[in-house]
Each structure stands twice: as C-alpha cells, then as structure tokens.
Nanobody, 130 residues
Framework: RVQVVESGGGSVQAGGSLRLSCATS????????MGWFRQAPGKEREGVAA???????SYGDSVKGRFTISKDNANNTLYLQMNSLKPDDTAMYYC????????????????????????WGQGTQVTVST
C-alpha cells in the first residue's frame, strides 16, 4: 500500500514563503501523477498543483505564478514551494498520488490539480497571517 506523509507546514506572515514536502513509498512502478490540494474550514477542496511522470506541471488559477511544484524522482518525494503567501492560502494542504497504471493495467485518468488521487496523507497546516 502506498504511504504518504506531508511536512513543512507552519505559520507565516503574508508575503512570506514556505516549502512543503511529501514523502511517498510503497509503489510497484512509481507514480503516474502527484499533486497538492488544500481545504480550508467551511470551504470545498481546492486543487493546487500537479506533476505527471514526464515532469509536466499544472496549477490552480489562484496559485499560478506564486507556487512551484517539483519532484525528486529518485525517491518519489514531492515538493511545493510557496511564495508571496496570502491569508487566503490558509488551509490544510494534502499531498496526493496516483500509482502507475501498469499496476492495474488501466488508464489512471488525467493528471492535474483536480486529479482523482488514489492516496493522500494526513495533511500539513499552513496558516498565513496579515
């Protein structure tokens, strides 16, 4: 079973930066898609960013130009560099992953911030104050 553990959250003032990390393990062939999504109290889940197995990235409109997603393919670790943080970025951030379709022999679906992630962790809290 795939394990997902997020870290790096914290409290920061508006305009500041944070870097989130996501350690994953338990794949047979590795991930086809990894990404970040967030959820604030009383709000719907919001897709933040995603990266596919070719390194192509995509972002939610609210974070474009401020957040950067990256991945260490050697150990399937995912990162999210968050700059110019705003109070609206306050949320629990989750890392999601979709194992390779070779495991199931099926297409895993599109890879984007709103992908159908199969596994995710407990989340890491990001709080941005004014």
């Amino acid at each position: 079973r795939v394990q997902v553990v997020e870290s790096g959250g914290g409290s920061v003032q508006a305009g500041g930066s944070l870097r989130l990390s996501c350690a994953t393990s338990g794949y047979i062939y590795g991930p086809d898609c990894m990404g970040w999504f967030r959820q604030a109290p009383g709000k719907e889940r919001e897709g933040v960013a995603a990266i596919d197995d070719h390194g192509s990235t995509s972002y939610g409109d609210s974070v474009k130009g401020r957040f950067t997603i990256s991945k260490d393919n050697a150990n399937n670790t995912l990162y999210l560099q968050m700059n110019s943080l705003k109070p609206d970025d306050t949320a629990m951030y989750y890392c999601g992953t979709i194992p390779s379709g070779r495991e199931s022999g099926t297409w895993v679906g599109f890879c984007g911030p709103y992908a159908d992630f199969r596994y995710w962790g407990q989340g890491t809290q990001v709080t941005v104050s004014t």
